[in-house]
């Protein structure tokens, strides 16, 4: 075929895409708050989660984070997003469980931390809620799910939340307007190399 032929095909076929494209955009017309899934057992969860956090920042939309079991607060994110206008952050674990050792205390922890959660669950001024690791104390039992999922169906109607962590329920995933899984292909750390600022913590 000559390039006169081999362009004007793909002209035409680019035309059709186009239609196609047009008409799926036209279709998807609805807003409301999302709720979104990150799961699975690959890299890639919250940092997901902090890169929606920064897109909705820079629209200077209002954003609420509650970080679940881990008590660390010596991760990038907290040192650069918590010192922003428009953030509202809260670390509510004291640590991972091994480290604790304390059932009944990470219990206590964990639901005076979802109080602190319903409280910008409840606010409409906060567009975008990150609720990063909740899949964790719900596992484990510490918070019932079947309540965090009412307060979650019951924010304000335009509210975004997004949630992560390994493992996320049938019931989380029925309840969510988009769901991720990563999964794990390769990760450095099996080849021994530790967690690495800026890319892990
Ligand atoms: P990230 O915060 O990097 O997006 P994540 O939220 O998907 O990771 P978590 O289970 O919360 O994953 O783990 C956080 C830490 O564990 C990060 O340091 C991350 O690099 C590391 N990690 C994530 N997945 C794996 C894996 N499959 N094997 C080993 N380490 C992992
Ligand atoms: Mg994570």
Redo the contacts with the bound molecule.
Sequence with gaps: MTDTGINARHKARMERKKAHIDQSIEKADQEKGLLLVLTG????????AFGMMARSLGYGMKVGVAQFIKGRSDTGEEAFFARQENVEWHVLGEGFTWNTQDREGDIKTAIAGWETTKTMLQNPEIALVILD?LTYPIKYGYLDEATILADIAARPSQQHVVV?G?GASEAFIELADTVSE?K?VK?A??AGIK?QAG???
Aim: overall charge positive; charged content about 35%.
């Design positions: 057992n690959g890299k890639g969860k919250s940092s997901s690791e992560t390994r990563l794990d990760h750390y099996r967690a890319i892990d913590l």
